[in-house]
């Protein structure tokens, strides 16, 4: 087996892959469902990060507060993931996944009925809730119903649809609220994500490799038994550090290229995420460098290109900015996968479970990246994030060393062939 799929197998799953194809390839329109379901969730999650300072000039409110309209979302992913996983685990997959997509598509448009910073931030909040239906449960459904050799390209397709979707969200709003207003921003990407729910609907197979729990008990059990696992613990923690650094950044970078002497409007904002479009390079590549380079020096390099993306920022030059986000993305992109593939070492078992808890420590870090780096920015603006920002990435290589280190699984090219 590969590395870089060690964490998407789920080893309670009975029959890996009949239903969608018992000979041959799975067909195509199955590989662009999962690329859709993945699209459409992360078209919600952080598409408010290049309206920030129009939304701050719309509510009359400070930096912090209109961030909330990124972390609510996010917190609210990290708190509802582990129960998502218990109910997907109790009544199937597509039974989850498919209504989690009809579900965020109201919060999406309700927001647009905001009139108060709070009531667009509880909306947000909504949107979180539902999301996890689809992040935590798509890898089970694609490792349960998917041939062995096609679940790579499965999970591929998914992750491209999440990094698609990510951009699309940010670009769709900040596109439609400079050419229109916010409002229709959210009313936009809500008929989009309503799409992409009727078409999963109609092109995602029943799951019939599905294995109900033998009960809730059980289930939390082995979660429990994951806490109490030191190293596990530092994964986790390397996930929390990731979403971090990539939220903070591409949150209060908004403001800074919003404020003289740059002056960005909502729509030039968006643009800046044609940066995001690099994962559909960088995250196949990480997968290679796990496999070749081995856990230890995979995440050096990417905590290195965190480092310098970030340092570039600071230069007084738009370009030299842009590039260094783009350098600063690529790394945690590759940190990333980092993170997942020692979940799945690590976690000997029940890695279903250690997923569900993966997902949700690393939306507590993201939400967190979306406040505290807040602070920095009250205290000393762009400069204090950016080393805000490298510290937490230098925690993140310290991390990633100690999940490895002597005494621990440390897999090297030779025996992840």
């Given amino acids: 087996m590969r590395l870089s799929r060690s964490f998407t197998m789920d ?44 939304l701050q000039q719309i509510f ?19 708190l509802t993931a582990p129960f998502i996983g218990l109910l997907a685990e109790s009544i199937g997959r597509k039974k989850v996944i498919v209504p989690s ?53 499965a999970m591929s397709a998914y992750v491209s649809g999440t990094v698609l979707g990510g951009f699309l969200g940010r670009y769709i709003s900040g596109v439609v609220a400079h050419n229109f207003a916010w409002r229709e921003a959210f009313v936009a990407i809500g008929l989009v994500n309503l799409a992409g729910a009727i078409l999963v609907q109609r ?24 806490l109490r696992n030191p190293r596990l613990l530092v994964v986790f923690g390397m996930g929390s550090s990731a979403l971090f650094c990539l939220v903070g950044a591409f949150t209060y970078a908004n403001f800074y290229l919003a404020a ?14 044609f940066v995001y479009l690099l994962g559909f390079i960088v995250t196949p590549l990480s997968g290679r460098c796990l496999d070749r380079y081995g856990l230890r020096l995979t995440s050096v390099v990417a905590v290195c290109l965190t480092i310098a993306g970030l340092l570039l920022t600071l230069l007084q030059s738009l370009p030299v900015i842009v590039a260094g986000l783009a ?50 920015w009250v205290a000393g603006g762009w ?25 621990a699984v440390s897999l090297q090219p030779s025996a992840i062939s």
């Fill in 383 to 407: 400069p204090a994030c950016v080393f805000l920002l490298m510290a937490v990435a230098g925690l993140a290589m310290v991390l990633a060393l100690v999940s490895s280190g002597k005494g």
């Fill in 203 to 226: 092109s995602l197979p029943l799951a019939k490799n599905f294995a109900r729990a033998p009960s809730i008990a059980h289930s939390i059990s082995e979660g429990w038994q994951h």
């Fill in 327 to 376: 350098l600063a993305s690529s790394g945690v992109f590759i940190y990333q996968a980092v993170g997942t593939v020692q979940t799945g070492i690590v976690a000997d078992r029940a890695r279903s479970s250690a997923a569900g808890l993966y997902v949700t420590f690393y939306y507590i870090g993201g939400g967190l990246g979306a406040t505290v780096t807040g602070w920095a």
């Fill in 101 to 153: 997509l009809y579900a965020l598509t109201v919060p999406t448009l309700l927001a647009a009925t905001s009139h108060t910073l709070h009531q667009l931030v509880f909306w947000r909040f909504m949107q979180g809730v539902f999301a996890p239906g689809v992040i935590v449960v798509i890898m089970a459904y694609i490792n349960e119903e998917f041939p062995r050799r096609h679940v790579g390209k």
């Fill in 60 to 78: 009359h409110a400070s930096e912090i507060a209109v961030s909330l309209t990124v972390s609510a979302t996010i917190l609210a992913m990290a």
């Fill in 260 to 273: 003289p002497p740059y002056r960005l409007n909502s729509e030039q904002l968006g643009s800046i995420f």
């Fill in 11 to 54: 080893v309670t799953s009975p029959n890996p892959g009949s239903s969608v194809e018992t000979s041959g390839s799975p067909p195509r329109v199955v590989i662009v469902a999962c690329m859709l379901a993945g699209m459409c969730t992360f078209l919600n999650v952080y598409d408010t990060q290049p309206l920030l300072p129009y």
